[in-house]
């Protein structure tokens, strides 16, 4: 299958689902009717050509198998009071999805869908990488490490806990939205962060996911252009996959910031998150994935690690702190500040908290922090607590290579 389809395929995937919930209801069944319209699309299109006009192939193929899917319920289900109420997509009296010309985009109420409140963090994520990504549930499996007959009964189970919540296909309420919306920037923003550190494996970059967030965190930008989070979110995501080129060595292996080339960093995704953060600020409240965007354009700008305005960063840090005062937070603040006023300072600020005692980052923040000091022994053993609480391979290799470099046993 060729790029261009396979863009196209994404593209379409939402606004397909989109319409069938929208006419159709039964949002489990209409997802299984897309996904298997898209797999027959990825097998028909490249011999036979694109259609003229692709949506409406594909809504009609998928109203087709909908059809199918609802009449086999139908026979499964036909002593139950509810068949009553269902109805057959040809028998609607009003046009099917794909007649009329309607370009109506429901990616944002898919999107509200899958960050249903009642799914767990795993499902929302898995839900929307399938729903509204257009990847297949094997896709996403191999990009989370996981048999594929785990995530399929993981979306399975999403799919019916949303089914059976009642809720219906349109925009939620404005008194939850804000609520809504904040769920879905969060599993965009998880989904961005799996892809640029992989928590678990032997790659430490995951390109396909923290791609996929990027353009699914384009398409809510477009949608809500005035939305200042919204812009921070992608900004965030842009000024840090600009590093990506850099991130890791030719054997897959972890390069610091403090070591990388900048000049192999993408100065396009750069400025494009520079305009971004730089035109949301000004307008309403300041949110957290602004000022991380904030802080990310202070590092990207800057033309080599000590030449960073530091002080303005831990002055951001401060600011995200009254915020959101979380664990990782408060380490980034810490790392900041040893780079403004010297390590002892940060080591103040990490005393006493264990918020992340099981978390290979404090381990890895207190090793550079010794080191810093010149504690190389505390520093090493520090080194080897981290390596062994990481499940990422390039971490394991990267945090122990950094004790072997401080000598000792």
């Known amino acids: 299958m060729t790029t261009a389809i396979e863009d196209l395929l994404r593209q379409s995937a939402p606004q397909v689902l989109g319409a069938l919930v929208r006419r159709y209801g039964h949002f489990d069944l209409s997802e299984d009717a897309v996904q ?49 109420q269902w109805v057959l997509p040809e028998d609607w009296l009003a046009p099917a999805p794909d007649r009329g010309g309607s370009q109506t985009d429901d990616t944002l109420i898919l999107l509200f869908m899958c960050c249903h409140p009642s799914l767990s963090a795993a499902s929302q994520i898995a839900l929307t990488l399938r729903a509204v990504g257009g990847l297949t549930t094997e896709e996403i499996a191999r990009a989370f490490l996981v048999p594929e007959a785990t995530m399929t009964r993981r979306i399975s189970r999403a799919k019916k806990t949303i089914k059976s919540s009642g809720t219906a296909f349109g925009m939620p ?59 921070g979110l992608l900004a965030l995501m ?30 396009d995704y750069i ?72 390590p002892a300072a940060a080591m103040e600020l990490l005393a006493g908290d264990e918020r992340l005692a099981d978390d290979h980052r404090l381990h890895a923040v207190r090793a550079h922090l010794h080191e810093m000091s010149g504690d190389l022994d505390a520093a090493r053993n520090a080194y080897r607590a981290a390596a062994k609480l990481t499940m990422s391979l390039p971490q394991q290799r990267y945090l122990n290579a950094r004790a072997d470099r401080l000598g000792g046993e």
């Open 271 to 342: 400025a494009e998150g520079v305009a971004l953060i730089t035109g949301a600020l000004p307008h309403g409240p300041t949110g957290p994935y602004q000022l991380q965007a904030a802080i990310a354009a202070l590092h990207d700008e800057a033309p080599s690690y000590d030449e960073t305005d530091w002080p303005q960063i831990v002055a951001l840090y401060g600011l995200l702190l009254k915020i959101d005062d979380n664990p990782m937070v408060a380490l980034n603040h810490a790392v900041a500040v040893a780079m403004a006023s010297g």
């Open 36 to 84: 298997e319209a898209l797999l027959a699309a990825s097998q028909q299109w490249p011999a036979d050509g694109i259609p003229d006009n692709p949506r409406a192939w594909l809504i009609t193929v998928a109203s087709r198998r909908l059809t199918d899917l609802l009449r086999n319920e139908q026979a499964r289900r036909r002593r139950e009071d509810t068949v009553a």
């Open 173 to 231: 309420r404005d008194a939850d939205r804000a609520d809504r919306l904040a769920a879905v920037l969060h599993v965009l923003y998880l989904i961005f962060n799996e892809g640029y550190a992989s928590t678990s494996g032997p790659n430490l970059v995951r390109v396909e996911l923290s791609a996929e967030a990027i353009r699914l965190t384009r398409i809510v930008f477009r949608l809500l252009p005035d939305d200042g989070e919204v812009a």
């Open 238 to 267: 842009l000024l840090t996959d600009a590093r990506r080129p850099s991130r890791t060595g030719p054997d897959g292996a972890l390069i610091p910031m403090a070591e990388q080339d900048r000049s192999a960093w993408s100065a």
